[in-house]
């Protein structure tokens, strides 16, 4: 894998870092997310689902490019 796809797989993977934490703080403060109780609603656990599962495809998507950019850099300089 180059380098370029190697710092875009990892730039994705920091977007998804930094876009869904934001969205749970917004699905947080939804009324819909909060039954009158205070009990989480279905809406509430489907997005946190949701979230949760993004989070570590971004992360996994991250990894592959740090250890593409590892990869890259070792063959590059002829060492391994």
């Known amino acids: 894998m ?9 730039a994705v993977g920091v977007w998804n870092w930094v876009i869904w934490p934001r969205f749970l703080l917004a699905i947080w403060r939804d009324d819909r ?4 109780g205070g009990a ?3 809406f509430f656990w489907v997005h946190a689902v949701l979230i949760a ?9 991250a990894v592959l490019g740090v250890r593409g950019w590892r990869a890259a850099r070792t063959t590059r300089d002829g060492a391994r």
């Open 53 to 61: 599962v993004s989070l570590a495809i971004g992360t996994a998507v």
């Open 2 to 10: 180059s380098r370029k796809w190697s710092a875009f797989l990892v």
């Open 40 to 42: 989480p609603t279905g």
């Open 33 to 36: 997310a909060w039954a009158p």
